[in-house]
C-alpha cells in the first residue's frame, strides 16, 4: 500500500517579538504587590491577533490535507527573538520567550498522527546562542508530549517514504531585485545537487531553507535527479530590524508550507502564503 506523509514547514516566528507569532492563551509569571509569584498572560497587538487567527486556520488546513495520515512538523529557525535586537519586545524576560515558542508549537501536538517535530536552531542572535532557546523549547515540548519524537538540530538530511529532504534555517536570499527573484537559490540548489552527486550520493528531492522572511520556490532537474527547493515565509509581521534588513520592502508574506509525500514523490505542494502590502496609504 502506498505510504502518504505531510510535511508541514514553519520559520520565523519570533516568539517574544511585539509582531511576532504568541499564542493568546499563553501564561507568564509575574509578581504583584504582595511578592507573590502570579500569572498573567500578554495582551496580544493587533499584528499579533491577526497573526494567530491565520496561524490556527492555516493549520487547520493541514490537518484537513493530512485526514488522518502521518504528520512531521519541521520549525525552521527562529523560535525566538533573542536579546540582540531589543526593541518591540513583549517582555524582557527571557523565559517569557521560551514559554511563547513552546506554545506556539504545542497546538500541532493536538493532531492525532504527529509522528514528529524538528526544531531547527536558526540565528545566534535570535536564539540566545547555540541554539539554546531552540533546546529549551524542545526540552518542554518533550516532556509534555513524550509519545511525539521531538529532537532539535542545525541542519538535517531526513529520509521520509523515499525522499530525502535537506533542511536547515540559513540559505540563499530571495535575490537582490524582482527579476532576479529565485536566480540565487537556483544556483545554490544546483550546486547542491551536483556536489551530491559528484560524492556519489543521492541528491535530496527536497531543500528547506528560511530566514529571509521571503518566499521563494525553485524546481531543478540535473544528472537524471531532480528537486524541489523552497524558501518558506515567516510568521511574524515587520520590526524596525526588518525594515532596515529589507531596505524598506513594500509588502511581506506569512504562511505556513505543507507537502503531500507519496512512496516518496512530493505529489502536491500546499502554500498558505497570505501576502500585506504594509505601506500606509493615505490621500491629500
Known amino acids: 500500500p502506498m505510504r502518504r506523509v505531510i510535511i508541514a514547514v514553519v520559520s520565523d516566528t ?26 498573567f498572560r500578554p495582551e496580544l497587538t493587533e499584528s499579533q491577533r491577526f497573526l494567530w487567527e491565520r496561524y490556527m486556520d492555516w493549520m487547520g488546513q493541514v490537518f484537513d490535507f493530512a485526514a488522518g495520515d502521518d504528520l512531521i512538523l519541521i520549525h525552521n529557525g527562529d523560535e525566538t527573538q533573542g536579546k540582540k535586537y531589543v526593541d518591540q519586545l513583549v517582555s524582557t524576560r527571557l523565559a517569557d520567550q521560551i514559554v511563547i515558542a513552546r506554545d506556539n508549537l504545542n497546538p500541532w501536538y493536538a493532531y492525532g498522527n504527529l509522528i514528529a517535530v524538528r526544531i531547527v536552531a536558526g540565528t545566534a ?5 547555540e541554539g539554546s532557546s531552540a533546546i529549551l523549547v524542545r526540552e518542554q515540548l518533550a516532556l509534555n508530549h513524550p509519545q511525539v519524537n521531538t529532537s532539535v538540530l542545525y541542519h538535517g538530511l531526513l529520509s521520509i517514504n523515499g525522499l530525502i529532504v535537506d533542511y536547515a534555517h540559513h540559505g540563499p536570499g530571495p535575490g537582490s531585485r524582482n527579476w532576479l527573484h529565485g536566480n540565487v537559490a537556483r544556483f545554490y540548489l544546483r550546486d547542491l545537487m551536483q556536489r551530491e552527486i559528484m560524492a556519489g550520493r543521492r541528491p535530496p528531492g527536497l531543500v528547506l531553507r528560511a530566514h529571509f522572511h521571503v ?7 540535473t544528472g537524471g535527479w531532480k528537486s524541489h ?55 491629500l
Request: contains cysteine.
Open 14 to 39: 519570533h516568539g517574544g517579538h511585539r509582531l511576532g507569532l504568541l499564542n493568546p492563551n499563553t501564561v507568564v509569571y509575574a509578581e504583584n504587590e504582595f511578592g507573590e509569584w502570579d500569572y
Open 125 to 129: 542572535a535570535h536564539s540566545f546562542a
Open 215 to 221: 518566499p521563494v520556490y525553485e524546481y531543478l532537474e
Open 229 to 283: 527547493f523552497y524558501i518558506t515565509p515567516a510568521m511574524c509581521m515587520m520590526g524596525e530590524h526588518g525594515i532596515q534588513a529589507t531596505r524598506s520592502v513594500e509588502e511581506i508574506t506569512v504562511g505556513i508550507l505543507a507537502l503531500e509525500v507519496v512512496d516518496g514523490e512530493i505529489q502536491r505542494d500546499m502554500r498558505l502564503y497570505q501576502t500585506l502590502d504594509i505601506r500606509t496609504k493615505e490621500t
